[in-house]
């Protein structure tokens, strides 16, 4: 029986540090903002919308939203945009990509002022990551796996971490982030040979392989922590991680559930960022 | 008896390439030019300037050399890079670093223009390498090893890549353009535990840890190839690796020589970055 390292603890622990932080901030007259920037509808977004807005509630931080029809050019993008970093009022953008295939994602993302970047997509907060020092945001979801394990006191240094999937918003930064703090790191993906023989041996497995049950029982060890970042849906639309759950839950030492595991700190580092984006903001003057 | 991966030959194949490109620009009324930027005259700065500035001769890439004393100002600094940022005639910079203590490592990075970075130092090269673009230029010697393994037509995709070290100049970029060629990649580095377990496994391992001798027998096994980043210095004035050449020579498939491996074929690759970025200026018009 594993240890399930629930979200909503490390969500918990986490509001508490931050609501001080955000009425100190009101009392100097500063209210967080977070400007979310959304182009068309997709689901996806949508919900993840909601999820944010929500956690933005209930800490007290602003949201506005800018929603630019499925259709908008990229000039239009690029105006709001504009318009948003010139907005001091402003501390913190969320912009949802992929954009549509007509914009050129590396035009927009330069556009951004890198101060306002919450979400680790331009190239300040990249570098940053890659070098390990805190300048910009560490993608949120990458972060979010690195407070479950701060806060569930799981090890991490002199330990051998291994992620699955190299993605620019989970697998490479939080390999950055696990070497930062020690950890020694292997990247694993679609071209890796006999990757059980990989995985087995780590004492932390990091599973952002983008598809439902990738990592099974013969993937895994005895005492092993799991975090898997996997977020699909089976055909009865039940949310499911990458991990099978069932069958590799009564092997490792813990895991964290899906639903109500990484997803759920997620939107909180985010709302993190940009009570830490305004904190900055003050500092800066 | 290991095959060995001597630069000379690296080197003489960057040769043939590079030097149509060199004509080629001449004959657009482009002369490819490297600024040099040195503070004081470390030993160590002023070997590799000789280096590069005899490969850059080779190769008809002119050379234009900015030193500062020792006591230089980061206001001096500054102004010079600013300088070189505004002259048209210079494509790319090698500014040797550490800098002294009493200058902002970053603020001086910030102030070179992106464009003429071909040592990877700048946030916008440092994203690049992250993200697996090619924007920017990674620093030399990541390159200069994956220039070796390339030449010498060692397979990379789906191999078990270990590289010793973290560093900003070798470790963590050469990690990343491994995995860009889809190598399964473990970093180790001074916390790593029980490294010769971790070591053994590699197909490929870079071994970028600083110091002569750390990589003896029991780190390697048959059939491996290791390149070896190391420049040490005995206390009898020779030159060696990090790896115990005459130890691991015997065991292993095939290994970089030091001296006569990755040093060899850096200096290519930074005046090789230099033809690129007068190619780059070109295109921008």
Do not use: W
Not at 114 to 123: A, H, N, Q, R
Not at 176 to 198: I, Y
Not at 234 to 261: K, R
């Amino acid at each position: 029986m594993a240890r399930i390292l629930k979200g909503a603890e490390v969500v918990s622990a986490l509001h508490a540090q931050l609501t001080p932080q955000v009425e100190a901030l009101k009392a100097k007259g500063v209210l967080p903002t977070l400007a979310i920037v959304r182009v068309g509808a997709r689901q996806d977004d949508v919900a993840y919308e909601k999820g944010a807005t929500k956690r933005a509630e209930t800490l007290g931080v602003a949201v506005r939203t800018f929603l630019l029809d499925e259709g908008a050019t990229q000039a239009e993008l690029l105006a709001t945009i504009q318009a948003i970093n010139a907005d001091d009022a402003i501390h913190g953008v969320l912009l949802f990509r992929p954009l549509p295939k007509r914009m050129d994602d590396e035009s927009v993302r330069a556009a951004l002022l890198p101060e306002k970047d919450i979400d680790g997509i331009t190239d300040g907060s990249l570098a940053g990551v890659f070098t390990g020092t805190r300048r910009g945001f560490p993608p949120c979801t990458a972060q979010a796996c690195m407070e479950i394990l701060n806060y569930y006191r799981i090890p991490v240094s002199g330990r051998n971490a291994v992620v699955i999937g190299r993605s620019l918003v989970v697998g490479k930064p939080v390999a950055m982030m696990l070497l930062q703090q020690n950890a020694t790191v292997t990247v694993c993906h679609t071209k890796t040979q006999d990757m059980p023989s990989v995985t087995k041996q780590a004492d932390i497995l990091i599973v952002a392989a983008g598809r439902a049950g990738v990592v099974g029982a013969d993937y895994v060890s005895a005492g092993q922590t799991v975090i898997d970042v996997g977020i699909n849906f089976t055909p009865e639309g039940a949310m499911v991680g990458d991990a099978d759950f069932a069958a590799i839950e009564p092997i490792v030492g813990a895991i964290t559930p899906v639903p109500g595991g990484v997803g759920t700190v997620t939107t909180t580092v985010l709302i993190a960022h940009v009570i830490e984006a305004a904190q900055r903001s003050i500092k800066r003057g």
